[in-house]
């Protein structure tokens, strides 16, 4: 079994499809905070312009997933489970106004499962 520094609840790609069918393709970008807290952004893709301080976690359901390599360094020992909840979303995230929001829900790996993780790789600019 591959692990992932991401993955998603059936309720997050649920909602993936339905920003998809209307959006077109996706990416995730890990707020660190300021006024959208630290919620998982979801943007059309090239929406959000990444830098090469950005790294490339994983994708959900053919959605990639980034965050800042300076907040990776707190989360580095973290599975991040992107799940849905009601609520409004980030202002600038395509979730807002459907009256649902995707939160970040997190586990600590096990020495033995961050063991087999290979460090993430930059994001392509």
């Given at each position: 079994m591959t692990m992932e520094r991401v993955t998603a609840t059936p309720a997050a790609l649920d909602m993936l499809a339905t920003l998809r069918a209307k959006h077109g393709p996706l990416m995730f970008f890990q707020s660190?905070?300021?006024?959208?807290?630290?919620?998982?952004m979801c943007y059309a893709a090239g929406e959000f312009n990444l830098s090469d301080t950005d790294v490339y976690l994983g994708n959900l359901d053919g959605?990639?997933?980034?965050?800042?390599?300076?907040?990776?360094?707190?989360?580095?020992h973290t599975q991040l489970i992107i799940d849905v909840v009601n609520g409004n979303g980030g202002m600038f995230s395509l979730d807002?106004?459907?009256?649902?929001?995707?939160?970040?829900?997190?586990?600590?790996?096990?020495?033995d499962e961050l063991a087999q993780l290979p460090r993430p790789s930059k994001a392509v600019t």
């Open positions: 660190g905070g300021c006024c959208d807290g630290s919620a998982p959605t990639p997933f980034y965050m800042g390599i300076e907040q990776f360094a707190y989360w580095e807002n106004g459907t009256g649902r929001r995707f939160l970040t829900r997190s586990r600590l790996f096990t020495d």
